[in-house]
């Protein structure tokens, strides 16, 4: 079984996890193939048996050529056993208002693109200052300390919960997706 781990990254946590994947996959014995998105265009993904799809959310919208590869390939995802992984600070929370904006979030994307995913798991990414420019740094610096008051605004700070993220793989494998 070849699996298929394609993913869009901005400040590069979801390349992360997308690479965390398929490096499971693989421990788990199936073979797998990382891409980017942004390297894929034209693709043939008829040779994959499943396909694991992730992007993160910036301003309310996961990337535009991510958005672009799913209607283009939408038909193939379609026939393949699916999961997408929905990168976002707002999962790192428990606050309902920033869940409903992730499910329209993910509503938006399932109709600009025409692909419902099998099964979708909200996944929290990084505050990553460090790698921001001045127009990043003042957007998060802005959201976090509205969340956390006491946050270091400095740090780069991890919230993917990695053993969550292999419990989930380790299931959708042996559910034999
Ligand atoms: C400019 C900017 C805008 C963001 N907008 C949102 C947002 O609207 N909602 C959200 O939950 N997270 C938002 N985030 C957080 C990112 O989704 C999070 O940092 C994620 O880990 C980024 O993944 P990446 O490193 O793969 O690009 C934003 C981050 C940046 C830098």
Redesign the pocket.
Known sequence: MKTLVA???????????ARHVADRIADLGHSAELISTDEAEGMDLGRFDRIVLA???????YQGRFADFVAEQRDIIKNRPNLFLS?????AGHDAE?WR??DK?LKDFEAATGWTPDLTEQI?????PS??DI??RF??RR?VAKKNPDADLDADIE??DWKALDALIDGWISDGA
């Open positions: 993913y869009a990254s901005t400040e590069g946590q979801t390349r992360k996890i992007a993160s959310i910036h301003v309310g919208h990168v976002s600070l707002a999962a920033d904006a992730l979030i929290a990414g990084a505050y990553l790698r921001y127009f990043r957007v998060m959201i919230y993917t």
